[in-house]
């Protein structure tokens, strides 16, 4: 993997720019691939607004749904409806209304082998990789036109965790992941740093001011998961102004 080194950090005023900034990133990204589109969604708290706003009208229209799949970055290992499930949470939001039902791949949580989460790891990174047509990433051929990713207040991304095993794995695609760090306490799935690379743009938003002290730890070059997700092609860092820590850029 060949990470990219540079990172742009975009700021906008509050949550709401955010969701349209980000709303305006995945129409550019599926509109500048001609073909089949991936898109890695995030779960967590920032992404709903953004969710919901693909939903309208005005998003709607611009997206051609037929040839867009919609993966997710990271599940928290409960069954498919349970609220806490984020790939149910994108699916209220948006694509139960909008995708077809084939073009939306969750990480299967119940699976033959209930409670294993690397039972469940391994089912999805099959998946991605018939997708992807190959079991061996190429920086050349990006897995996703766009993967969204979030930052928890101990800088963890996806459910890849300060500490973990998971944040070191490079050759698996999808790991399980026993404990988390932070709320809510059950077991993850997660794509792994190469996987998440694997992307044309890696888009991260960042709302509200309990993200302020995470924020000026990943500004002062921490080794935390959140500066270690880099795209091999694009990573933005989407923040809005309550995020902002007060020494940022100064
Ligand atoms: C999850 C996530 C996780 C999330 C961050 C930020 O399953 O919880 O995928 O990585 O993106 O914890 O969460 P918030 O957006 O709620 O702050």
């Not at 691939?33 to 939903?55: F, M, V, W």
């Not at 997710?72 to 499930?85: K, Q, S, T, W």
């Not at 500490?163 to 790991?175: P, S, Y």
Request: with cysteine; proline share 8%.
């Amino acid at each position: 993997m060949a990470a990219n080194d540079n990172r742009e950090v975009i700021t906008v005023a509050d949550p709401a720019a955010m969701a349209a900034t980000a709303a305006e990133h995945v129409v550019a990204r599926i509109g500048a691939n001609d073909g089949r589109a991936a898109i890695c969604l995030t779960g967590g708290s920032s992404p709903k607004q953004l969710y919901e706003l693909l939903a309208t009208e005005a998003y709607r229209s611009r997206i051609p749904w037929q040839r867009v799949h919609w993966f997710i970055g990271d599940e928290r290992f409960v069954p498919a409806d349970d609220p806490l499930n984020n790939m149910s949470m994108a699916r209220t939001a948006f694509l139960d209304r909008c995708a077809p039902a084939e073009n939306i791949h969750p990480i299967p949580t119940a699976t033959a082998d209930p409670g294993d989460p690397d039972r469940s790891a391994a089912l999805y990174e099959k998946e991605l990789q018939s997708f992807y047509g190959a079991d061996t990433l190429d920086d050349a051929r990006p897995l996703f036109d766009l993967v969204l990713m979030g930052i928890g207040p101990d800088g963890h991304t996806a459910s890849l965790f300060p500490g973990g095993r998971a944040i070191d794995e490079t050759a698996r695609w999808v790991v399980g992941v026993p404990k988390a760090n932070v709320a809510p306490f059950v077991p993850r799935v997660t794509l792994t740093l190469p996987t998440l690379a694997s992307c044309r743009e890696m888009l991260f938003q960042v709302a509200g001011k309990e993200k302020r002290a995470i924020l000026t730890r990943l500004f002062a070059a921490e080794n935390l998961p959140a500066n270690r997700a880099r795209s091999t092609g694009d990573t933005v860092w989407l923040m809005d102004l309550a995020a902002i820590p007060e020494n940022f850029g100064g």
